[in-house]
Nanobody, 132 residues
């Protein structure tokens, strides 16, 4: 069974950058897509970015709250390290949330799924706070 540990969150000023890591254990993640979601207090958990199993397909969410992340965030994966990254730049206060990673429930899927119910094995999350 896969387990994920997210790290890299913290307090950053508006306009700053952070790099989140999602490290998997239990088995390799080379056969499954991985996505990042975020959840702010009082809001639903929403899809932020995802990468399919071989890195050939990447997608970014149409954020329901806050500014779009496309162009500010970059998702990538290193299967040799069993790790997925989320590099975030030009951060805004509305990016403040707990960020989670999770694995696609269907191995070898070519597409990146945006719906929460497509994912299993959620990590505990890492807090990102953007504030001056």
């Amino acid at each position: 069974q896969l387990q994920f540990v997210e790290s890299g969150g913290g307090l950053v000023q508006p306009g700053g950058s952070l790099r989140l890591s999602c490290v998997a254990s239990g088995r390799t993640v080379g056969s499954v897509g991985i996505a990042w979601f975020r959840q702010a207090p009082g809001k639903d958990r929403e899809f932020v970015a995802g990468v399919n199993w071989n890195g050939g397909n990447i997608d970014y969410g149409d954020m329901y709250w806050g500014d779009p992340v496309r162009g500010r965030y970059t998702v990538s994966r290193d299967n040799a390290k069993n790790t997925v990254f989320l590099e975030m730049s030009k951060l805004k206060q509305e990016d403040t949330a707990v960020y989670y990673c999770a694995a696609d429930s269907r191995p070898w899927r070519a597409a990146v799924m945006r719906t929460r119910d497509a994912y299993i094995y959620w990590g505990q999350g890492t807090q990102v706070t953007v504030s001056s």
